[in-house]
Nanobody, 124 residues
Framework: QVQLVESGGGLVQAGGSLRLSCAAS????????VGWFRQAPGKEREFVAA????????YYTDAVKGRFTISRDNAKNTAYLQMNSLKPEDTAVYYC?????????????????WGQGTQVSVSS
């Protein structure tokens, strides 16, 4: 089993930045693709970003390209989501997830392990 715990959420003004962290334990972290998803009230969970085993390949939804950066430190069993130039539309609960990769990397149903979520709120 893989346990994931997110942290780093909060409330920021539009244009501000946050860095989310995802701490993993239980199995070999480097063997898993890590994804970030978000869910706003009343909406479906959506893909935000993902990073492959080596950290060399990353993927982003169009809405966050150029603003968010996903990274991982396998030695620390931790993945990150750096969020810059935040917009009110980014407001959501953000979830870290892990899976064996890599078909349909954007599909939340393909991920086997999930964190509890961390709230990100961006005010206008």
């Amino acid at each position: 089993q893989v346990q994931l715990v997110e942290s780093g959420g909060g409330l920021v003004q539009a244009g501000g930045s946050l860095r989310l962290s995802c701490a993993a334990s239980g199995r070999t972290f480097s063997r898993y693709v890590v994804g970030w998803f978000r869910q706003a009230p009343g909406k479906e969970r959506e893909f935000v970003a993902a990073i492959m085993w080596s950290g060399g390949s990353t993927y982003y939804t169009d809405a966050v390209k150029g603003r968010f950066t996903i990274s991982r430190d396998n030695a620390k069993n931790t993945a990150y989501l750096q969020m810059n130039s935040l917009k009110p539309e980014d407001t959501a609960v953000y979830y870290c997830a892990a899976r064996e990769g890599g078909i349909r990397i954007y599909d939340p149903t393909r991920y086997d392990y999930w964190g509890q979520g961390t709230q990100v709120s961006v005010s206008s």
